[in-house]
């Protein structure tokens, strides 16, 4: 067998193996619906993202697939390098596809600083005819720094105010039409707005 095609099969199986772990982590899901939907977020550590989750998901049915936490369900001790984030975004996005296709409608919460990770996950919705909605979430700096150095703030996060100014260099606009949400202030106003595109 030709080390490429090998190469391919293996690792073939081995999302098929971190997806199916990933789908059992979730537990029980919510009933699939008519018309589900996407919410990809997108923002840098200590921006609020996973708060903004959990105020969006009081006015929606959703499941959250928050990247931190499904990080430590593949790697207990993860090593943050190209090929364990490879794995698990590639394995994240199956069960993004696999759970629209059934109907149900999913948060997606990283970072997604990048086009071309959020094009990825673009596409899953374009493929399958769903309801995309882009969020990217932000706060100042100041706020930010404080949260970080608090571990209760940083949830399942292990990322500190280096890791922040690292990535803050390589945010990428984003392309498409997009919400902006300032976790600075008071959130419940976007949330309106995002709700109602939902339904819209």
């Not at 990933?22 to 537990?27: F, I, Q, T, V």
């Not at 200590?46 to 369900?73: I, M, P, Y």
């Not at 094009?119 to 706020?143: F, H, S």
């Not at 690292?166 to 709700?195: G, K, N, P, Y």
Request: net charge positive.
């Amino acid at each position: 067998m030709a080390k490429s095609l090998q190469k391919f099969i293996i690792e073939g199986v081995g999302e098929v193996t971190d997806v199916r772990c990933l789908r059992e982590w979730l537990g029980a899901l919510p009933e699939a619906i008519a018309r589900p939907f996407l919410v990809v977020l997108s923002g840098l550590p200590g921006t609020g993202k996973t708060f903004f989750c959990r105020e969006l998901v009081k006015r929606v049915t959703a499941v959250v697939l928050e990247s931190d936490r499904l990080r430590k369900v593949l790697f207990p001790v993860p090593d943050y390098s190209p090929e364990e984030s490879a794995r698990l975004f590639g394995a994240a996005h199956r069960l993004t596809g696999e759970l629209l296709e059934r109907g149900i409608p999913v948060i997606f919460d990283a970072t997604n600083i990048s086009e071309h990770s959020r094009e990825g996950l673009c596409k899953i919705a374009g493929r399958l005819g769903v309801k995309l909605v882009l969020v990217r979430v932000a706060a100042a700096p100041e706020v930010v720094h404080q949260r970080l150095s608090s571990s209760q703030d940083r949830g399942h996060s292990d990322a500190g105010w280096d890791v922040y100014l690292m990535m803050r260099q390589q945010e990428e606009r984003i392309r498409r039409r997009h919400f902006t949400v300032d976790t600075t202030e008071d959130t419940q106003l976007a949330v309106d707005r995002i709700v109602r595109e939902i339904n819209r």
